[in-house]
Structures are given as C-alpha cells and as structure tokens.
C-alpha cells in the first residue's frame, strides 16, 4: 500500500516558479515509476512527467507542454517527488496529482499505468 500526499500548489504570476512536493508511505517507493498529471477545469487529466523507479537510474519523460519548463526529481531517502515548475504560464492552471506504479519501474505516460493516486493540489497562474 502506497499513500501519495502532494504539496507546494498555491497562486503565482505567469513567469513565476512553484516547486511541488509528493510525500510517499510505504516500503516500494523506490521500486515504483512516479508521475504527475493535471486536470484543468472541465478538461480530462492529462499526463505532466514521469520518473522511473531509484534502480533504473531515474529516466524522464515530458509532455510537449511542459517540457524546458518544468523537472521531474526524486529523493529516495525523503521517499519524496519533487515537480520544479518554472515560467509558469496561465494554461499550466490546474489540479495536479501525483502518482505511482507500485508494478513497474520504467515511467509512463499512461494514466492507466498508475494504481496510486494523491488527492492533488492546486496551482493557479494569473496573467
């Protein structure tokens, strides 16, 4: 059993930096792939970054969207996820989630892929 609690949304300018946290429970963190997603309002959660488990030397994908602005990290010994976000932008607004693949370590950019879930946190960027 994996419990996500995700932290670190708020409110900030377009251009601004946020830093998302994702404290994890439970002895397969560092077996799990970590994702984060977003959900817009009245949109469908989309896929944000992904990271493969500590043993597979921590690979990294990103949407188009994001990719250059924001980062992906880990720290095992915190058993926590980390979402550097930078040059926010207005679109970027949403609820964001993070997730783990407690069955496999390669990261994915697939929703379904994911059988933990955190409750999310909010981010909201003004123009």
């Known amino acids: 059993q994996v419990q996500l609690v995700e932290s670190g949304g708020g409110l900030v300018q377009a251009g601004g930096s946020l830093r998302l946290s994702c404290a994890a429970s439970?002895?397969?963190?560092?077996?799990?792939?970590m994702g984060w997603f977003r959900q817009a309002p009245g949109k469908e959660r989309e896929f944000v970054a992904t990271?493969?488990?500590?043993?597979?030397?921590?690979?990294?994908y990103y949407a188009d969207s994001v990719k250059g602005r924001f980062t992906i990290s880990r720290d095992n010994a915190k058993n926590t996820v980390y979402l550097q976000m930078n040059n926010l932008k207005p679109e970027d607004t949403a609820v964001y989630y993070c997730?783990?693949?407690?069955?496999?370590?390669?990261?994915?950019?697939?929703?379904?892929?994911?059988?933990?879930w955190g409750q999310g946190t909010q981010v909201t960027v003004s123009s």
């Open positions: 997730a783990a693949d407690s069955h496999y370590c390669s990261p994915s950019r697939l929703e379904g892929r994911y059988d933990y």
């Open positions: 439970g002895p397969t963190f560092s077996s799990a792939a």
């Open positions: 990271i493969s488990c500590f043993w597979s030397g921590g690979s990294t």
